[in-house]
């Protein structure tokens, strides 16, 4: 192989590691699969014990190689194959943007990926079509499978209960993404990546307190995914605790049910309304333009996600933006940990996110006063 010399300060370790990585996918230590050691990657690239070793960590993370006690580091001969299961794709661009994420760190890593499509309107037909994938990936015998569960059908539950069945018979590691096939407080034995769901509604309930809002209401659509429930179990707790003891109504609708939205608004006459995700906010929006009800002035609305279309409404909608890519890196990186130890406890791990104010929430009495010289 050619020698690559350079400086330990010019030459940083992550493009050790990708010379090392291209190497590794070429074949070049297929043989007996063992690894050059730290001293053999020292003298080729000129560059520090320290700077080896984190060369050598980063293909670890990678999931390239693995140190076998006493006998040096070893090249890792597992399926190299990842399938991935996102009905949620056909949603939202939210979804797109985790698969991109994903699709990312296999090209970086060198991992090959099976998908396949689930893009019909029809969430039952999605549903068959995600276990007919799952079929699929053990037919194949991919290394792994990370997975969104099946949402927005009756028999979700059974059919999640199905994939799971097909993929642990095959031995395949699975990690979720989003929520748990499981409605809490269970817990199934699969790894989870997902947001921290209850401390975003808290997040939302404490900017509409803030902005004026006494009577906070909740739309809820049929078959919502238990995230979305966990995140008005998050603004319902941040309300009692803000108001000592005020309840948050939950409209049960579609939001473009004007007649369902009406009935609810009359109700409870609320001041803000949450939604589960940017897309439906963008539809109640105009559900509450037809009856006449003006935003933020007459009504403020929140959204989920921070979609292209949240920007590009009219007030720009609040929202709370849910960090994509580093929830599919989080995802690829568990689930090589997962191919790697499978008898590792499963995790929860929850990231954080942010919330974004616009104008949608932001009333004239509430706004600030420009200053200036008076005339």
């Given at each position: ?118 893009f019909p309107v029809d969430h039952i037909e999605r549903a068959s079509q995600a276990e ?7 037919s194949i015998r991919v290394g792994g499978v990370i997975m969104q569960p099946v949402g ?224």
């Amino acid at each position: 192989m050619p020698k690559t010399n350079a400086s330990d300060a010019g030459f940083d370790y992550r493009k050790i590691a990708e010379a090392l990585r291209d190497e590794i996918r070429a074949g070049a230590y297929a043989g007996s699969g063992s690894f050059p050691s730290l001293t053999k990657i020292m003298q080729r690239f000129g560059v520090s014990r320290p700077s080896a070793v984190r060369s050598v960590a980063e293909l670890k993370r990678m999931g390239l190689v693995a140190a076998r006690k006493g006998a040096g580091t070893f090249v890792q001969t597992r399926n190299r194959t990842i399938g991935i299961a996102i009905p949620g794709t056909a949603d939202s661009e939210f979804f797109s943007a985790i698969m991109d994420g994903i699709v990312f760190n296999c090209n970086k890593c060198g991992i090959d990926l099976v998908a396949g499509s689930m893009f019909p309107v029809d969430h039952i037909e999605r549903a068959s079509q995600a276990e007919r994938l799952a079929r699929h990936f053990a037919s194949i015998r991919v290394g792994g499978v990370i997975m969104q569960p099946v949402g927005f059908a009756e028999n979700a539950d059974s059919i999640n209960g199905v994939i799971a069945d097909i993929l642990g018979k095959a031995g395949i590691p699975v990690v979720l993404i989003d929520y748990d096939i499981l409605p809490p407080p269970a817990r199934s034995s699969y790894d989870l990546v997902a947001i921290d769901n209850f401390t975003a509604g808290r997040r939302i309930a404490a900017h509409l307190l803030e902005a004026g809002a006494k009577r906070i209401c909740c739309l809820l659509r049929r078959l919502s995914a238990e995230s979305v429930r966990t995140r008005y179990a998050g603004v319902e707790a941040e309300v009692i605790r803000a108001t000592g003891g005020r309840r948050v109504n939950v409209i049960v609708s579609e939001p473009d049910d004007a007649r369902t939205i009406s009935a609810g608004l009359k109700k409870y006459r609320p001041d803000a309304i949450v939604c589960s995700n940017d897309i439906a906010a963008n539809m109640l929006a105009k559900t509450l333009a037809k009856l006449g009800l003006r935003i933020p002035d007459d009504v403020m609305l929140t959204g989920f996600d921070d979609v292209e279309l949240a920007r590009g409404m009219n007030p720009p909608l609040t929202t709370i933006r849910q960090p994509c890519f580093e929830i599919a890196s989080m995802a690829f990186r568990t689930l090589l940990e997962r191919m790697a130890k499978p008898n590792i406890p499963p995790r929860e791990i929850l990231l954080d996110t942010k919330l974004v104010v616009r104008a949608s929430t932001i009333r004239l009495a509430h706004r600030p006063r420009k200053t200036g010289k008076s005339s």
